[in-house]
Nanobody, 124 residues
Framework: QVQLVESGGGLVQAGGSLRLSCVVS????????MGWFRQAPGKEREFVAT????????YYVDSVKGRFTISRDVAKNTVYLQMNNLKPEDTAVYYC?????????????????WGQGTQVTVSS
C-alpha cells in the first residue's frame, strides 16, 4: 500500500507563490512517476504536471507552463509543485498521484494512488 499526503496549500493574492509538497510512504520500492492534478469548484479534475522517477522527464499543461515547476527529492520520497505568479483561475484543490509503473501520464485513471488534496485559493 502507498500513502500520499499533500501540504502547502493556502490563501494567496494574485501574483503570489506557493509550494505544495507530497510525501509518499509505504511500499515505495518501485520506480514510480508522480503527477499533480487539480479540481476547481464545479469542474472536473484536470492534469497539471508530471515527473518521471529520475526527474529527467517533465510535462506540464499549457496553462501553467512558465509559472509552475514540478520537482522531486527521491531520498525524501517527496514531490513538489512550486507555483509562481498565481492567478485566480488557479484556485482549486490540488492532488498528487503516483503511477507505480513509472509512466508519464496525463490521464488520472492511469494513476494508482492519490492523496487527499490540499486547497489553493488565489484572490484577485
Amino acid at each position: 500500500q502507498v500513502q500520499l499526503v499533500e501540504s502547502g496549500g493556502g490563501l494567496v493574492q494574485a501574483g503570489g507563490s506557493l509550494r505544495l509538497s507530497c510525501v509518499v510512504s509505504g511500499r515505495t520500492f518501485s520506480r514510480y512517476s508522480m503527477g499533480w492534478f487539480r479540481q476547481a469548484p464545479g469542474k472536473e479534475r484536470e492534469f497539471v504536471a508530471t515527473i518521471s522517477w529520475s526527474g529527467g522527464r517533465i510535462y506540464y499543461v499549457d496553462s501553467v507552463k512558465g509559472r509552475f515547476t514540478i520537482s522531486r527529492d527521491v531520498a525524501k520520497n517527496t514531490v513538489y509543485l512550486q507555483m509562481n505568479n498565481l492567478k485566480p483561475e488557479d484556485t482549486a484543490v490540488y492532488y498528487c498521484a503516483a503511477d507505480l509503473q513509472g509512466r508519464l501520464q496525463v490521464r488520472e485513471d492511469e494513476y494508482d494512488y492519490w492523496g487527499q488534496g490540499t486547497q489553493v485559493t488565489v484572490s484577485s
